[in-house]
């Protein structure tokens, strides 16, 4: 079987034996008998750390989760910069967990929270930050500010719990380069290895800054800014 690797400007061919190996696997097979030059990034080996994200013919995967097919062309996340082959650099995406002010503040201890409340934002605290959303998001592409896909999700997971004492700050941390920049493509949905929704999180965190007040400027530009609240 025949695999592609993007390794800068240039794509390098590898043969390899099927043996039902995950693409990590089969990686470490060429770094370790073929190539020892080739670059990826990795941890876990069990789809926890996030680490070994990388796109498989334009698709991102986890290479700990993915079987590889004949002829798989294997690229490097897009929208990051790539430190070597396959891996990059998500440092700046990182940063946005703290632009979006996505961290939790004292919470009330009095206000008890049922299960099916707790259930709301508990799918939020899985992610594992692999980058995938943001490789994948066509928004990202263009604006290397826009706050992203994964650290929007993070602001839901804090602004949907009950028990937080004050969510203003994160609501407003998400109105510029945030929630409005959003075109609910939903493309950030379907590479998700956790199952997470940020485009539904965005979702919400519109209606929530909808009750608090704040309205999407280009709707508001559309009359003319002349609106008072
Ligand atoms: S839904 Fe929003 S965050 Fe998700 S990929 Fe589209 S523009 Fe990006
Ligand atoms: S939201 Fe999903 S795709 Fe995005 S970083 Fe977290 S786990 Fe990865
Ligand atoms: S090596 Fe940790 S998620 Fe793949």
Redesign the pocket.
């Known amino acids: 079987m025949t695999i592609n690797i993007k390794r800068g400007e240039e794509l390098v061919s590898y043969e390899i034996e099927e043996k039902n190996l995950t693409l990590l696997q089969v990686l470490t097979q060429i770094k370790t008998e073929v190539d020892s030059s080739l670059s990826f990034s990795s941890g876990c080996r069990s789809s926890v750390c996030?680490s070994c994200?990388m796109r498989v013919n334009g698709r991102?995967v986890l290479a700990c989760a993915y079987k590889p097919s004949e002829g798989d062309l294997i690229e490097p996340l897009r929208n990051v910069p790539v430190l070597r082959d396959l891996v990059v650099d998500m440092d700046k995406a990182y940063g946005f967990n703290k632009i979006a002010k996505a961290w939790g503040l004292p919470t009330s201890k009095s206000i008890s929270v049922s299960p099916q409340d707790a259930k709301q934002n508990e799918l939020?605290s899985?992610?594992?930050?692999?980058?995938?959303?943001?490789s994948?998001c066509p928004v990202y592409s263009v604006n290397s500010e826009f706050i992203g896909?994964?650290a929007l999700?993070r602001s839901w997971k804090y602004v949907s719990d009950l028990r937080q004492s004050d969510i203003s700050s994160t609501i407003a941390a998400v109105q510029t380069s945030g929630i409005y920049d959003c075109t609910l493509c939903g493309e950030?949905v379907p590479?998700?290895?956790?199952?997470?929704a940020?485009k539904q999180d965005i979702v919400m965190l519109k209606n929530k800054s909808g009750v608090l007040g704040y309205m999407d400027p280009s709707f508001a530009s559309s009359f003319g800014g002349g609106l008072t609240f």
């Open positions: 996030g994200a991102e939020q899985d992610c594992i930050l692999c980058g995938s959303c943001y994948a896909p994964f999700t950030c590479v998700c290895p956790q199952g997470i940020p």
